[in-house]
């Protein structure tokens, strides 16, 4: 038998290995430390209108195309408010509540996650 460390993406393993007589197969112990895995920065807030009570959220990550609306503007449930290109189409972000928008927390061009808050209605 041989002892071996191996590091695969960030993580060391201690690896035995038995030659392979009779079909026996090769052991692995498990591994011996885990990397550190630094926390993602939170998006800061873009400047404008006060944050809303009513949150509208990316549904998938990707690039925003166009914003349909601006501070102020009155949106009703069901209304396109920006155009999202999600692996390579056009997704329209629509509204699920009625309201004010009080602000727009992204612009044309922007790269974002799913989950990511892009508008928020009062």
């Known amino acids: 038998m041989k002892s071996y460390?191996?590091?695969?993406?960030?993580?060391?393993?201690d690896v035995t290995v038995e030659e392979n007589v009779g079909g026996a197969a090769p052991q692995?112990?498990?591994?011996?430390?885990?990397?550190?895995?630094?926390?993602?920065?939170?998006?800061?807030?873009?400047?404008?209108?006060?944050?809303?009570?009513?949150?509208?959220?990316?549904?998938?990550?990707g690039k925003i195309l166009k914003v349909d609306v601006k501070i102020g503007d009155t949106v009703k449930v069901g209304q396109n408010v920006a155009m999202l290109e999600v692996m390579k189409m056009e997704t329209p972000i629509v509204s699920s509540d009625e309201g004010t928008v009080a602000s727009i927390e992204i612009k044309e061009g922007d790269n974002v996650e799913a989950g990511a808050t892009l508008i928020t209605l009062n």
């Open 28 to 61: 692995m112990d498990m591994p011996r430390r885990q990397p550190s895995m630094p926390a993602k920065p939170a998006k800061a807030a873009a400047a404008g209108g006060a944050k809303g009570a009513k949150a509208i959220t990316a549904g998938a990550a």
């Open 5 to 13: 460390t191996v590091t695969v993406n960030g993580v060391t393993y």
